[in-house]
Every structure is written in C-alpha cells, then in structure tokens.
C-alpha cells in the first residue's frame, strides 16, 4: 500500500470510530475497515482481560472453522503464552517471516479446532498508549516474508488510535460509575436523614410532648409547662438546623441529648431517671466530632421500649469516652422489665441500619456491640459504641 493510500485509510478509520462508544464497535471498524484493505487473509484483537491473566479474542477477520463451522468466540490465550502474550506483556511488536521456524507460533491445533493452511507469516503489535496495555492487534498471511516494516508501521498507529479511543471510553465509564455511586451515595444519605429525622420528630413523640405541656397548664404549673415547652422547642430547632449536617461537635451532640433526655424524665416522671458522663478525655470534647444522629437514635429506641412495660424506676446511663481517633460510648439500660434479649436486639434493629448505611456509605467503620444480662427481678442491656473522631 502506497503512502497516500494508508494515510486516506487512516484519515477514513478515524473517522469511523469518531461515533463509537464501545470497545467492540471500535474494534470491529478496524477488521471491517482495516484489515479486509489491507489484504490481510486471517486477523485477530485479543483483549486483556480484567484479571491480567489471559488474552481473550473479541473480533476476527478471516476463515477459520471448528468441525467445519465457523469458530465460536471467544478464543482464550495465557499471558505470556505464544507470540501474542509475549507482545501483551512486553508491549513490543514482533515480525514473523517464517512460522516453521518460530517454536512459539499458535496454530489451529491449540483451539482444538481443523487445521487450514499454514499461516507462514505473523505480524503483531500492542495496543497501548501512555505505558498501559489494552491488548494486540495479529495479522497471518500464507505467504513468507509478506510482513515488512511498512505493515508495522500502519498497524502500530491504528493500534495506537484504537488505544486512546479505548482508554477515553474506558475513563468516560470509570467516571460516570463514580457519579452514579455518588448518586447512590446521596439518595442514601437524604433517606437516612428522613429517616432520623422521623425518629427524632416522631409524631408519637410530639404528640406527648405537647399533651404534656398541655397538662401542666391544666394543673396552673407554669414553672414545669414552661421548662418543658422551651426544651421542646430547642430540641425541634436543633434537629431542624441539623438535618443537613453529616458530623456535630460531640459538646452539642451531649447538649442536644440532654435535653431530649430531659422530656422523656418530664414526660415518665418518677419511672425513668438518667445520668450522662465523660468517664476520660474531657480535655477534648470542644475539639471532638462524631457523626450526626448516631447515638439519639439509638436511645430513642431504648427509651421507648424501656418505659413502656415499665414497673418500676428505669435508669439510664450514657458514658463518653474520648481519645484523637474515637469517641467510645456505652449505653446502659437497668431495670428493663418486660424485656429479652430477642426483644431488645429487634428493638435496636432500625438503628443498626443506619449505622450499616454510615459504614457503607461515609466509611466511618462505627464498630458495636450488644449485651443483654438477666437478673431475677431485672435486665441490664448495653451498648457499647465506637465512633470516629472526625476533628
């Protein structure tokens, strides 16, 4: 082929492929619109596949049967196998003039398939750009010496364009996965905070919160209507500011429970009593960050199931433990009557799916732990909870 000749074939496979927007269509231009013009009698692309461990043919040009019918694909070589995988691993092209004198040369044998006439010449060249290896391009021909320098040098740039039209579908998909994961990863996101934010604005909860406040104006106690109204009314803002948060200061997660912890002693007065703590690492609560909501969901869970088969006083205690990487909290609920261990763990249930979302979604690795202890007259359930120091 004259030089005007390859440079038009060039100029008319680039154009071909301008459109394409998968491997196999692009590899298919080049045996439908190279290798059939230049007169090659049988071609192949073998692709890497994901694994690095073999070549795995994704188009041919030419004859070769199987007991007398075309061949399936797709055919598999072993990396570093024949001329091929030497080429796939090497990233250099190699010549082949003669094949009865090349011991690593592949004949028809090797695909257990008839064998046709020998194929005395083989040419074949990577398809890689920037040092990365997406696979070959291998030409055979029944005639001796019908390869020269001339053949490499057009393969080599058609490679060579494959390439870098490969590599830009192959980033195109990488990036739109990525976008589609961070999709993902939002829808998740807003569904937990809907999901939290239910828990936390529960209207069972509201309702009693409010039938409270109602009551003591009933009975003219405005001291306990009022403390009780505006803790109500700061936790609700709190919540609300929060919602579109991923992480709070540790100092305002404790502030925030209290007062949530306040209501519900208001609102079961002499059954539920509790205590919060930092047992170690005081010094670094103003610096402390954790993930939002983790820990209030929880107790609402344990607080609604601990009061209602209630007889006698439930106490409740949440101890804070503090170091630069993780903030350890353990929950204990004593006095839990009604309840078993069975009961608990599907208590906790809604919670340990948020929990699997943040691992999943934010890579936070919370690490829990669940323990029920039965006693004669009680139950001690616990928690204990490892969150990230996110400062």
Avoid at 129 to 145: A, F, R, S
Avoid at 168 to 182: G, V, Y
Avoid at 352 to 358: G, M, N, P
């Amino acid at each position: 082929m004259k030089s005007g000749q390859f440079e038009d074939l060039l100029i008319y496979f680039t154009k071909s492929i301008l459109d394409k927007t998968t491997e196999k269509d692009i590899l298919w231009s080049v045996a439908k619109n190279c290798f059939s013009k230049l007169g090659h009698v049988d071609s192949v692309i073998f692709m890497i596949d994901e694994s690095g461990e073999k070549l795995i043919q994704q188009v041919a040009y030419g004859p070769k049967k199987l007991n007398g019918k075309f061949l399936p694909y797709p055919l598999e070589i072993p990396m570093l196998y024949g001329i091929m995988g030497n080429v796939a691993s090497t990233g250099v092209y190699e010549l082949i003039n003669d094949t009865t004198k090349e011991p690593r040369y592949i004949d028809e044998t090797f695909f257990q398939f008839e064998k046709s006439n020998q194929r005395l010449s083989e040419i074949c060249v990577p398809i890689s750009h920037d040092n990365q290896i997406y696979g070959v391009l291998n030409c055979e021909h029944p005639e001796k010496n019908f390869f020269t320098e001339q053949h490499v040098k057009m393969l080599s740039v058609i490679a060579s364009i494959c390439a870098l039209k490969i590599k830009n579908i192959r980033d195109s998909q990488i990036l739109l996965e990525k976008q589609e994961n961070l999709f993902k990863i939002r829808e998740e996101m807003v569904e937990l905070r809907l999901k939290m934010l239910n828990t936390q604005l529960h209207p069972h909860f509201v309702f009693n919160a409010l039938n409270s406040i109602q009551y003591f104006i009933y009975q003219e106690n405005k001291r306990m209507a009022l403390d009780y109204l505006t803790t109500f009314s700061k936790l609700i803002r709190f919540y609300l500011n929060q919602l579109d948060k991923d992480t709070i200061p540790l100092k305002d997660e404790i502030e925030m429970l209290n007062r949530y912890l306040k209501l519900q002693r208001l609102r079961y007065e002499g059954i539920f009593e509790y205590s919060i703590q930092i047992e170690s690492g005081e010094e670094l609560l103003n610096d402390a960050i954790i993930p939002s909501f983790v820990i209030q969901s929880l107790l609402d869970n344990i607080v609604e199931s601990s009061v209602y088969f209630a007889k006698n006083k439930q106490y409740l205690t949440v101890n804070f433990s503090l170091s630069n990487s993780t903030v350890d909290i353990t929950i204990q609920d004593q006095k839990c009557d009604g309840s078993s261990e069975e009961k608990f763990k599907k208590d906790v249930e809604p919670w340990q799916e948020q929990i699997d979302i943040l691992n999943s979604v934010k890579n936070y690795k919370i690490d829990k732990e669940l323990s029920f202890v039965k006693e004669p007259d009680s139950c001690i359930r616990s928690i204990s909870l490892q969150l990230p120091n996110l400062h």
